[in-house]
């Protein structure tokens, strides 16, 4: 099992005046903002993504728009300092929400210019972006799915397209010629990573060999990993662990109390992330049928939707660490505590690959986080990494 490394670089000086207007996302103003505590924040959180490669994690990085909850504006532009920055760490673009990006062939160039410094350590995730993100992107959600795999194949063609000039004429995207520079060290391109909350994604998902991720939902991992794996042997390959991922807050300590203090601190990102003014939530045609289906299956007072192992709903914006441990979407305590907790929920959602760690959250302070890394590191990744031993890399080929 591989282990990444991943902060949304949360500007939590605000949380509070956002929990107060009911929305930390798309209508807070920017006036909440001060520059110099930003800059300040942003080079402490670089140190920790620099200081993840030192002790051995893989890096993860996404992008959110007009909110507190990250400050991470480009996902390229953040993963060019990293790479120049770390020296072996895998670095994953989790990612790039191509469905709300203008121009595809600038994310292919983009994606293959990084590749190319770091030396061929990129993970390409194509996402299609949190609803959230509709309002500040001015997209179209009814229209998002199919511009999302139009620039999902375009930006492939561009990446692994060496005969020179090609002409698009797209629904979405229309251009005369893409002939990128550079091409991407990895041929033909880097790693394809997805995200996902229904079984219609790990279908997709699996219809194209790509490594799917499901982000703190215990309860949709299994079903979703079944479908990714129930359709690639339906189309003659066997999808092996390397292709799929799990993310969840993550905190140990030397005791079971710190390990818990930890996480809870962390998981302060978990409670305010959903807390959204109500037409950003779910903008209509945004999400699968299956998603939706979900969310009215788990109930009116769940923001998100998730279920405990005893199928009890949880509201993420009220949980305590317990209740988000009970739901698969935090390990927490001592080492031995964390790795039993992951090796158990590993067993009973038929294995996977990737773990993203949720390491930093907000008020966890800079001390804090890098023995949290630390620990982790020296105590608990050694033993899960003779956890589904053959993922090994992302790289691995899916099919033939």
């Given at each position: 099992?591989?282990?990444?490394?991943?902060?949304?670089?949360?500007?939590?000086?605000?949380?509070?005046?956002?929990?107060?207007?009911?929305?930390?996302?798309?209508?807070?103003?920017?006036?909440?903002?001060?520059?110099?505590?930003?800059?300040?924040?942003?080079?402490?959180?670089?140190?920790?993504?620099?200081?993840?490669?030192?002790v051995?994690?893989d890096?993860?990085?996404?992008?959110?728009?007009?909110?507190?909850?990250?400050?991470?504006?480009?996902?390229?532009?953040?993963?060019?300092?990293?790479?120049?920055?770390?020296?072996?760490?895998?670095?994953?673009?989790?990612?790039?929400?191509?469905?709300?990006?203008?121009?595809p062939?600038?994310?292919?160039?983009?994606?293959?210019?990084?590749?190319?410094?770091?030396?061929?350590?990129?993970?390409?995730g194509?996402?299609?972006?949190?609803?959230?993100?509709?309002?500040?992107?001015?997209?179209?959600?009814?229209?998002?799915?199919?511009?999302?795999?139009?620039?999902?194949?375009?930006?492939?063609?561009?990446?692994?397209?060496?005969?020179?000039?090609?002409?698009?004429?797209?629904?979405?995207?229309h251009?005369r010629?893409?002939?990128?520079?550079?091409?991407?060290?990895?041929?033909?391109?880097?790693?394809?990573?997805?995200?996902?909350?229904?079984?219609d994604?790990?279908?997709?998902?699996?219809?194209?060999?790509?490594?799917?991720?499901?982000?703190?939902?215990?309860?949709?991992?299994?079903?979703?990993?079944?479908?990714?794996?129930?359709?690639?042997?339906?189309?003659?390959?066997?999808?092996?662990?390397?292709?799929?991922?799990?993310?969840?807050?993550?905190?140990?300590?030397?005791?079971?109390?710190?390990?818990?203090?930890?996480?809870?601190?962390?998981?302060?990102?978990?409670?305010?992330?959903?807390?959204?003014?109500?037409?950003?939530?779910?903008?209509?045609?945004?999400?699968?049928?299956?998603?939706?289906?979900?969310?009215?299956?788990?109930?009116?007072?769940?923001?998100?939707?998730?279920?405990?192992?005893?199928?009890?709903?949880?509201?993420?914006?009220?949980?305590?660490?317990?209740?988000?441990?009970?739901?698969d979407?935090?390990?927490?305590?001592?080492?031995?505590?964390?790795?039993?907790?992951?090796?158990?929920?590993?067993?009973?959602?038929?294995?996977?690959?990737?773990?993203?760690?949720?390491?930093?959250?907000?008020?966890?302070?800079?001390?804090?986080?890098?023995?949290?890394?630390?620990?982790?590191?020296?105590?608990?990744?050694?033993?899960?990494?003779?956890?589904?031993?053959?993922?090994?890399?992302?790289?691995?080929?899916?099919?033939?």
């Amino acid at each position: 099992m591989r282990v990444w490394y991943f902060s949304e670089m949360a500007y939590h000086p605000a949380w509070e005046e956002g929990l107060k207007r009911g929305s930390l996302r798309v209508v807070l103003p920017n006036g909440q903002f001060d520059p110099q505590v930003g800059h300040q924040l942003l080079n402490r959180y670089l140190d920790e993504f620099a200081y993840a490669d030192e002790v051995g994690l893989d890096i993860m990085v996404n992008e959110h728009h007009s909110t507190v909850t990250c400050l991470t504006a480009s996902v390229p532009m953040a993963l060019a300092i990293i790479a120049r920055e770390t020296k072996t760490a895998r670095l994953l673009s989790l990612g790039n929400p191509i469905a709300n990006r203008p121009d595809p062939v600038r994310v292919a160039e983009e994606m293959a210019w990084i590749d190319v410094l770091s030396g061929g350590r990129l993970e390409m995730g194509l996402v299609k972006g949190a609803p959230y993100e509709i309002a500040p992107a001015n997209s179209n959600p009814a229209r998002l799915m199919r511009r999302y795999w139009e620039a999902h194949d375009l930006i492939l063609k561009a990446l692994s397209n060496t005969d020179g000039p090609f002409n698009w004429e797209g629904e979405y995207f229309h251009y005369r010629n893409v002939n990128i520079w550079p091409r991407p060290l990895q041929q033909p391109t880097p790693p394809v990573w997805m995200t996902g909350l229904s079984v219609d994604t790990g279908k997709l998902a699996a219809e194209r060999g790509h490594v799917v991720a499901t982000l703190l939902y215990g309860s949709v991992a299994k079903p979703m990993f079944e479908a990714y794996r129930k359709r690639a042997s339906e189309l003659g390959w066997t999808a092996g662990p390397d292709r799929l991922a799990y993310a969840a807050v993550i905190g140990v300590g030397h005791t079971r109390a710190e390990g818990l203090r930890r996480a809870d601190q962390i998981a302060g990102y978990v409670r305010t992330a959903p807390v959204v003014l109500e037409p950003f939530t779910n903008p209509p045609g945004y999400n699968s049928v299956g998603a939706n289906v979900a969310m009215l299956k788990a109930g009116p007072n769940a923001k998100p939707p998730t279920k405990d192992r005893e199928g009890n709903t949880v509201d993420f914006t009220k949980a305590s660490i317990e209740q988000l441990m009970a739901c698969d979407a935090a390990f927490a305590g001592t080492p031995d505590d964390v790795y039993a907790q992951i090796k158990d929920f590993n067993e009973r959602v038929g294995g996977f690959g990737h773990l993203l760690f949720f390491g930093q959250g907000g008020f966890l302070d800079h001390a804090d986080t890098k023995e949290n890394l630390r620990l982790f590191a020296k105590e608990v990744l050694p033993r899960l990494r003779d956890l589904n031993p053959e993922a090994k890399r992302a790289t691995t080929a899916a099919a033939e």
